[in-house]
Nanobody, 119 residues
């Protein structure tokens, strides 16, 4: 099983980035997909999620209206479009695949990608 994130980097406040997470080794379409982030000295937080069935999405209040999660099951990839980035969005962003029947059925993590928002 592999989850490989890409697309992180340094961006100025107000800028945009699109993160990608390429999955392999499991049935991607059967898994709920999530983006988490962890800033230095802070707990990891759920940023956005997209369900395997129906494609419903959920967002942390801090990113609603600025971030959009999407998935392409044909490409086994989940995306996080981040617009109007703020300094407080600086963190390591990690991709997570979670089986809807529970963690015992599958709970996988990527290695993370750094997003730094700074002028």
């Amino acid at each position: 099983v592999q989850l490989v994130e890409s697309g992180g980097g340094l961006v100025q406040p107000g800028g945009s980035l699109r993160l990608s997470c390429a999955a392999s080794g499991f049935t991607f379409s059967s898994y709920d997909m999530n983006w988490y982030r962890q800033a230095p000295g802070k707990q990891r937080e759920l940023v956005a999620g997209i369900r395997s069935v129906g494609g419903s999405t959920n967002y942390a209040d801090s990113v609603k209206g600025r971030f959009t999660i999407s998935r392409d099951n044909a490409k086994n990839t989940v995306y996080l479009q981040m617009n109007n980035l703020k300094v407080e969005d600086t963190a390591v962003y990690s991709c997570n695949a979670y089986h809807p029947w529970g963690s015992g059925w599958g709970n996988y993590w990527g290695q993370g990608t750094q997003v730094t928002v700074s002028s």
